[in-house]
Structures are given as C-alpha cells and as structure tokens.
C-alpha cells in the first residue's frame, strides 16, 4: 500500500534549467494538490487539479506547470528554475471535493536551486 | 478570501508542561472546516483533527485537546503534560471548498 509517493525526495539543479517533480497516489483519489512550504510561510498551494485534465492555480502558480493525464500522477514542472523556488514541495491527494476532506500528503520534495 | 493567523511563532515549554497552540481564522462561508497537521523534526504532514463549523464541541483526544469558538473565530489546540516527542511544527488549516489555507505554523519546542 504505496499511499502517495513523490519523486526525487532530494534535487539540486541550477537556475534556468527545467525540472519536474512528480507524484503519484494509488488511491485513484480525485483531487491532487501541490504546495510549497517555506519558512515564514507555512504551505501555500501552487496548483491543483480536480480531475485527469482538470487543473487550476492555486495562490502561488507564477513559474510553475502542471499537467493531469492520468488520474493517479501530477507532475509539477518548473521550466526555468529560479532561486526563489528554492522550497520543499508537497503532493497531496483527496477523495473529492468536499471541503471536509481530510487531505493525504506525500512525503515532499526538498529543491534547492544554485 | 480565506485567512488563518497563527500568531506564535515559535513556543519553547518544559517537558510535562501544558502548551496551548492558538488559531485565529477568516472567512465569509458559513460552512467550513479547520484542520490541525503536525510536521514532526522529520518532515511528514500528519493529520490531527478536522472540525466542521456546524460542531462546536470541544474535542479530547488522550493529551490532546481541541477548543473551537466561533464567536471568537478561533481553533486553538491544547497539549497537556507535553512530552518531547511533541516537538513539532503544527500548522491550522482552514478548507471553505476543496483546497485549504494553512496559517505559518508554530514550531513547538519541547525540552527534557
């Protein structure tokens, strides 16, 4: 029972260059939502998704693409990194889109861009 | 738009002490949720609780307990005779429809 699972744990990359975060869940779950947390910030949401080819921004898109062809990835891309990206990302997934819904978060992505 | 201020930043407390985590929020919606999540020195999001607006019940659970007022707009989170395995960062979140506003999180440091 893999749950929600992200990709890499750990990247290091330099400013320019594109990178792509992945994440995946097994519980075939609808909503998909990536965050970034920084300190002084706490999580604040980039991009989320209600279903496969469904995506929408959330606080802090500016940067950032995501797409959703299969239900269970989300892929979150930066296509020129900069050194304010420089944050832990979070996958997150839930089972609808009720407000109440308890939110399953992946283990997160430490990014450090040079 | 929705708001949660968690307003300390960091609270340092003596093992077996009891610590009290305050959550203040904003929204205009009538129904919601508040959550609370611990992010333990390991990095993990860990779910604690989720209170709807409609239940105003305190909620204990073992050392914990949660206090939701909503005349005072406010989720505060209590930890009784606090252990180091307590020392965490907790965040409150608020989630009006699908997606929730964290606050900036208190950083809960529990000493032996």
């Known amino acids: ?114 | 738009a929705q708001k949660v201020t968690q307003a300390q930043t960091e609270i340092s407390v003596v093992e077996k002490e009891d610590v009290t985590l305050d959550c203040v929020y904003e929204t205009r919606d009538t129904t919601y949720y508040l959550f609370w999540y611990k992010q333990p020195p390991s990095g993990e999001l860990v779910f604690l609780i989720r209170r709807n607006s409609f239940d105003e019940q305190n909620e204990i659970s073992g050392r914990y307990s949660w206090n939701f007022q909503k005349s005072t707009s406010s989720f505060n989170f209590t930890i009784t005779a606090s252990q180091v395995v307590d020392s965490a960062v907790y965040f409150c979140a608020l989630s009006v429809y699908s997606t929730l506003t964290f606050g900036k999180g208190t950083m809960l440091l529990v000493s032996p």
């Open chain 1, 1 to 114: 029972d893999a749950g929600i699972t992200q990709s890499p744990r750990y990247k290091i990359t330099e400013t320019g260059r594109q990178v792509t975060l992945m994440c995946h869940q097994t519980w075939s779950h609808s909503y998909m939502f990536w965050y970034r947390q920084d300190l002084g910030h706490g999580l604040r949401l980039i991009y989320y998704s209600a279903a496969a080819d469904i995506t929408d921004k959330g606080e802090v898109p500016d940067g950032y693409v995501v797409s959703r062809s299969k239900t269970e990835n989300f892929p979150l891309t930066l296509e020129s990194a900069t050194r304010s990206q420089t944050s832990v990302y979070f996958c997150a997934s839930s089972e609808s889109e009720q407000a109440g819904n308890e939110q399953f978060f992946g283990p997160g992505t430490r990014l450090t861009v040079l």
